[in-house]
Each structure stands twice: as structure tokens, then as C-alpha cells.
């Protein structure tokens, strides 16, 4: 699967903590991952298993503790501001929120207009416009709301804004963390075309954080399952639904109510008990308290994350 | 069967010193005891005014029911007097509200809370009964009663969640108005609090509205349907009906064509174009017409009437019936 083609971004063990005043929060654990240029990996996990952090370490918004984030081959972690600024033309984020995410002072022209000011990519007033109403176009904004203000439209507008916006500076690379969440289903649907059309078109490779497994799997052609920081399991994503490995995959799998009659949940499906705290983690699996074939030697022993068949990697005690 | 609650042709609006933003257009709606009706809709489809009307509990001054009748257990409740909304409000109605968050009050304990209502509408209780049933209630939805001194801010997400079902059920009301109950949570907790509550409705025999976006948490627990479009149920109808028929109002169509479904395998999906209208400028005619694939010359002057297919599914269309030679799909 992974070899011959080209691969844009490569993260070699990855690792966030937060210092609290409990502890060391371990908000990404040692996570690895490649993603092929034009192609989109999906990460899913509840809230609070970091996934957000991930998608921001990765575009060092927040430096990481440890590890390695090669783009193209170059490890950016060691560059400076300067080369760093040069970098961040190349990769961009869409955010979760809508509502928040956009400057309620400003109007969508001046929005879709600042990537472009600072990155200093183009001169002259005119042509700065043409650029805007071309970006307004490619994402489905009609021109006559270039100098609207973002709380005259709603939320699948808005969305379309933070889109023209990362697109503004042609990256080659977007964290989209949680674009659709926000957004009511029918919206939620026009948006993942427009994100997949622009893949379609630009060549685009994503990083799809969502914790919507069925939106996931639409989108993604990898996905990685994350559990309090650790990634569990990676598979390709019909891979991954056809044959879930880890226990927990398999628990979020079934715990999607499906629109499918046919297709009630069953309560011995059903995972028990909560999310255990991130800080200071207990060594051995962290999903141990909560998975249903723990054995001794889970709490005990650390696990890592082995591959199964080629491209499948998961990391549990059953599959040694 | 018995109807616990009836609505006939409900508008409400909200006014404004700008604008009158018309929320609730012409409802239908019965239920019967111990049944669940999932009332499914776009955010503004005008779900939640609907819960708040029946409660009596919209906002003061500004939201106003202007027509329609509300019937519970043969009681009218649209104009009713302080003294008998009080009764039922907490204690035959009750209502689950969607944030978790900030439904709860971050002063008192949880057992303060439970308790509250238990206090005013059980007063024949002495304290020892009260502090007793509060404990049999945090039984029921799973969280052990040694915690019932703690507040809110020591529980996570799902927990606060079922201290709010807990207080809702507290009283063994009639009816229960679940406004999102569990889209603030996680989908492995939804689960956990989506099979609590089907547990609880069939041992307490209550009936449920369950208010939500999400068609798959319909799928798991609702047998009624309603779908509800700018402030009318476009289409009603039991759970078969609405998940496996084949005629439907566009609108629903597009509703499930939205959906990513994890069984299907197509790379594109098939949205509605463009957006809900705005309650305060509503099209003439079908309010669907705008955004409709099947529009008409007659969806554009005349509002549908309910057309029913029998078996209760009824469609607000005019593609359904034959009345003035409009023909089917």
C-alpha cells in the first residue's frame, strides 16, 4: 500500500504533555503516521483523546515535546521562524467552529484577504479581489456577499468562509479538525462535497479529525483510531470497517446508531464505564479498564502498536 | 389507544421590535400513553419552540402561541391558569434539556437537585422518603447514590446527563420532552445513555418526544416519526413507514440522502441545495418549494394539505393525492 508513492508528511513519535497541576497530561503518545500526497487520513476518538492536539502539533501551532514531523523529507521541528513562516504557506487548518473561528469585525472579503496580506503573495488591490472573488466561487459563496459580515450568514456559510481562507495561500496540505461537526446534516452533506471536490481538483492532501466515524469513513482513505493520546489502531478505511481489530474500534463501531433498522444495538455491545483521566497514565493499555477481554498482562506489560497484515496496525494484546 | 397529549393547528411566533420570526406554522400532533414520537429537524425547524410551548415555558413577552390548542389528558393548556401549569409542569411534563453543561446548578448538590422537585410536588413526603426516592433514582440511571452529595462539577458529561434524566424522571411524569439528550456526549456514552433511557420508558410506561437531528438515535429508540420543515410536520408517520417506505416528502429524502451511511458505498452524497428560508420571511405556498426537486406551479400559491397514506403516515405534499389532477411521483 504505503511505498512507491509519494508520501507529503511522515510523523515519527510524536509526543505533547501539558504540565497541570495534577501531572503531566499526556495529550499525544508516541504517534506515527504517514499520509500519501493527495490523499486523506482520517483521525477518530472521543473527546479529549487528542486529537485536536495532533492536528495542531502538527502544524507546530504547538510545539511538541518529542519527536519528528518530516514534510516532504525535511524535519520541521527544527526550523526556525523564518523557514517555519515559508512552511506555513504550504499547510493550513480549518476549524472546528464556525462561529468562533472568524473575526466578527471583519467582512469576508477582508478575511479571505489577510492569508493573502501577510503572506505578502500578491500586490495591488484589483488583483487581490479577483483572487478573493475566485476563492468565493471555488468554495460556493455567492460574490454578492464579499463585504457581508460572518454573523449575517450561517453556519454552512461560515464554514465556507474558513475554507476560502486556508485556501487562500494555495496549501498543499489541510487539517480539517472537525469542519462539518457544527453543521446540520443537510449542510454537513454540502460541505464534504465541497471538501472532496477541492481534493478532486487541487490535489489537496487532508488530515480529517472528526469523531463522526460515518463522516470519517466517507472521506478517508486511511484512518487512525486515537485513544487517550495512543493511536490504537490504522488500518485503510474499508480495511478498518470490514475488519475492525481493537477492541475499542470494534465498541465505536457498534455504538453508531444506524439509520438501518435491521441494526439494533444490543447492550452487550456496549462499552461500560468512562474515559480514564490523561494525566499520568498507568503504564500498560489505556483502554484496559474499560475493554471487555482485559487479561493480567495488559495492565501489566506496554503495549505497541504491531502490524497485523500489511497496512493494518493495531495495538493490542489479542493479535500477538 | 388512549391520546395523552393532542395538538391541533399550533402557531407560535416570536416578536420582536424588528421583525415577527414565525417559529411554529400549523402543528398536528397526537400521542398516546407509553408511546415515543422522534421529532426530527434542521436546527430552526422550530423542534424545540414546540417543546417549550407544550411546558408553557417559552420565553416571556417576546415568544407567543397565536393559534392552535394544546390537549393534555383532555386538559387545555394554551391559556391556562398559573395554578394548573404548575402542577404539571416537572411533575406530568418534564424535560430533558440538550446541554448537560449548563442545565444543571453548579451551587446546589445533586441531591438538592433531584430532590427540588420531589419537594414541590410531592409534599405529602416526608425528608427521609424524599432522600430515599433520590437514591432509588440515582440508582436507576446508573450512578452510585454514596456520590449524591457531590456537585455537578465532579461528574463528567454522560453523568450530568443522567442526573438530569434522573431529575426528570423524579417525579414519574406522563410525558418526557428530550430536547438532544445526547448530542453533547460522545458516541460511546450516547449509546450507554440512549439504552438507559429506552430501559427506564419501558419500565416507567412514559411517553417520550424526543427532540433530535440525528436519524440513527431515531432508529434506536422512537416507534412514531414526525419530520418537521420551517415550522410544520411535513411528514408523520410510525418508524417503518418513515425508514423503510417508499413514498416520502422530498424533504425527507434529502434528509437520508445527507446522511454517510457506514453500509453504502457511494463517493459523493446527495444533499438538498440550498438553505432552510428564513423564519421571518417564509415562501408563499409549500415553504419546501424553493429547495424542492418535484416543485410545481400549485406548490408555489397553495400550502399542502395532510394527505394520508394510510396506517397514520401522513405527507404534507403535493405530489401525494389526486385532488385537482395533481399526479404522483
Known amino acids: 500500500m504505503i511505498g512507491s508513492e509519494e508520501k507529503l508528511i511522515e510523523v515519527r513519535h510524536l509526543k505533547k504533555y501539558f504540565k497541570t497541576k495534577k501531572g503531566m497530561l499526556h495529550a499525544v503518545d508516541n504517534v506515527n503516521f504517514e499520509i500519501i500526497k493527495g490523499k486523506t487520513l ?3 476518538g472521543e473527546s479529549g483523546c487528542g486529537k485536536s492536539t495532533l492536528g495542531r502539533t502538527l502544524l507546530r501551532l504547538i510545539e511538541p515535546t518529542e519527536g519528528e514531523i518530516l514534510y516532504e523529507g525535511n524535519n520541521i521541528v527544527s526550523y526556525g521562524n523564518r523557514k517555519m513562516f515559508e512552511m506555513r504557506k504550504k499547510m493550513q487548518l480549518i476549524f472546528q467552529d464556525p462561529y468562533s473561528s472568524l473575526n466578527p469585525r471583519m467582512s469576508v472579503s477582508e478575511i479571505i484577504t489577510e492569508p493573502i496580506k501577510v503572506c505578502k503573495l500578491l500586490k495591488g488591490k484589483k488583483q487581490i479581489e479577483e483572487r478573493v472573488r475566485e476563492y468565493m466561487n471555488t468554495v460556493g459563496l455567492a460574490e454578492r456577499l464579499i463585504n457581508a459580515y460572518p454573523h449575517e450568514l450561517d453556519g454552512g456559510r ?51 479529525i472528526t469523531h463522526d466515524l460515518s463522516v470519517v469513513k466517507h472521506i478517508s482513505d486511511e484512518i487512525l483510531v486515537m485513544y487517550l493520546g495512543e493511536c490504537v489502531e490504522k488500518a485503510e478505511t474499508d480495511q478498518l470497517f470490514s475488519q475492525p481489530l481493537h477492541p475499542y474500534t470494534k465498541a465505536l463501531l457498534k455504538a453508531i446508531p444506524s439509520v438501518d ?38 495492565v501489566s506489560e506496554q503495549i505497541t502498536l504491531k502490524e497485523v497484515e500489511p497496512g493494518h496496525f493495531v495495538a493490542c494484546n489479542l493479535y500477538e | 389507544m388512549n ?109 438538592d437537585q433531584i430532590g427540588e422537585a420531589l419537594l414541590l410536588h410531592r409534599k405529602e413526603l416526608s425528608k427521609d422518603e424524599i432522600s430515599q426516592r433520590v437514591e432509588e433514582m440515582l440508582k436507576m440511571v446508573g450512578i452510585p447514590p454514596e456520590r449524591k452529595k457531590e456537585y455537578p462539577h465532579q461528574f463528567s458529561g454522560g453523568m450530568k446527563q443522567r442526573v438530569v434524566i434522573a431529575i426528570s424522571l423524579a417525579c414519574e411524569p406522563k410525558l418526557l420532552l428530550a430536547d438532544e439528550p445526547t448530542t453533547a456526549l460522545d458516541v460511546t456514552i450516547q449509546a450507554q445513555v440512549l439504552h438507559m433511557m429506552n430501559q427506564l420508558k419501558k419500565e416507567l410506561k412514559t411517553a417520550m418526544i424526543l427532540i433530535t437531528h440525528d436519524l440513527g438515535v431515531v432508529a434506536e429508540i422512537c416507534e412514531k416519526v414526525g419530520i418537521m420543515y420551517a415550522g410544520e410536520i411535513i411528514e408523520v408517520g410510525s418508524l417503518e413507514d418513515i425508514f423503510k417506505g417508499k413514498d416520502h416528502h422530498p424533504y425527507t429524502k434529502g434528509l437520508f440522502g445527507s446522511i454517510p451511511d457506514l453500509n453504502s458505498d457511494v463517493s459523493r452524497l446527495s444533499p438538498i441545495d440550498g438553505l432552510m428560508p428564513d423564519p421571518s420571511a417564509l415562501p408563499e405556498g409549500c415553504k419546501f418549494h424553493p429547495r424542492c426537486p418535484n416543485c410545481w406551479e400549485m406548490c408555489k400559491t397553495t400550502v399542502p394539505e395532510y394527505v394520508d397514506l394510510g396506517n397514520g403516515h401522513k405527507i404534507r405534499c403535493h405530489l401525494f393525492g389526486n385532488q385537482n389532477g395533481g399526479g404522483g411521483i
Open chain 1, 42 to 44: 482520517g483521525v477518530v
Open chain 1, 158 to 208: 461560515r464554514q465556507r468562509i474558513g475554507i476560502a481562507r486556508a485556501l487562500a495561500v494555495e496549501p498543499e496540505f489541510i487539517v480539517c479538525d472537525e469542519p462539518v461537526s457544527a453543521l446540520d446534516v443537510s449542510i454537513q452533506a454540502q460541505v464534504l462535497n465541497l471538501l472532496m471536490d477541492l481534493q478532486e481538483e487541487r490535489g489537496l492532501t487532508y488530515l480529517f
Open chain 1, 261 to 298: 433498522l435491521s441494526r439494533k444495538m444490543l447492550e452487550s455491545d456496549m462499552l461500560k464505564g468512562e474515559v480514564t483521566s490523561p494525566i499520568n497514565p498507568k503504564p500498560g493499555c489505556r483502554f484496559a479498564a474499560r475493554c471487555p477481554y482485559c487479561r493480567p498482562e495488559c
Open chain 2, 3 to 111: 391520546e395523552l397529549l393532542q395538538i391541533k393547528n399550533l402557531h407560535v411566533v416570536y416578536q420582536t421590535d424588528e421583525e415577527t420570526v414565525y417559529a411554529v406554522n400549523g402543528v398536528d400532533l397526537n400521542l398516546s400513553e407509553g408511546e415515543t414520537l422522534g421529532l426530527v429537524g434542521e436546527t430552526g425547524a422550530g423542534k424545540t419552540t414546540l417543546a417549550l410551548s407544550i411546558l408553557n415555558i417559552l420565553p416571556p413577552k417576546v415568544g407567543k402561541i397565536t393559534e392552535g390548542s394544546i390537549l393534555f389528558e383532555g386538559e387545555e393548556l394554551v391559556g391556562a391558569n398559573e395554578k394548573l401549569i404548575r402542577e404539571i409542569q416537572g411533575n406530568k411534563i418534564a424535560m430533558i434539556f440538550q446541554d448537560p453543561m449548563t442545565s444543571l446548578n453548579p451551587l446546589l448538590t445533586i441531591e
